[in-house]
């Protein structure tokens, strides 16, 4: 079974910089697609950036330019970049693998880490 640990979130002043990491273990880790996103208080979970099997990036157009995502396959953990911070970024930020199968795809998520920005 494939488990998401993610570590690095935290309280930031805005314009600040924090790291986002997520550690994968079950599974094939270079078979995945995987996606951060997040939720703030009374919305909805949004996509914030996904990295393909292959490397390629996408990211929602609130954060093109300040964030990055990044995988390292050799170490089975995918990375948020996140700079130039802002007080709208402040959410719970979750981690997705997800990868396509026979009778549907598999599609894993991480328990949630807290990323405050205030001053």
């Known amino acids: 079974q494939v488990q998401l640990v993610e570590s690095g979130g935290g309280s930031v002043q805005p314009g600040g910089s924090l790291s986002l990491s997520c550690a994968f273990s079950g599974g094939v880790f270079n078979l995945y697609v995987m996606r951060w996103y997040r939720q703030a208080p009374g919305k909805q979970r949004v996509l914030v950036a996904g990295?393909?099997?292959?490397?390629?990036?996408n990211y929602a157009e609130s954060v093109k330019g300040r964030f990055a995502i990044s995988r390292d396959n050799a170490k089975n953990a995918v990375y948020l970049q996140m700079n130039s911070l802002k007080p709208e970024d402040t959410a719970v930020y979750y981690c997705n693998a997800n990868r396509p199968g026979i009778w549907g795809a598999y599609d894993y998520w991480g328990q949630g880490i807290q990323v405050t920005v205030s001053s």
């Open positions: 990295i393909s099997t292959g490397s390629a990036t």
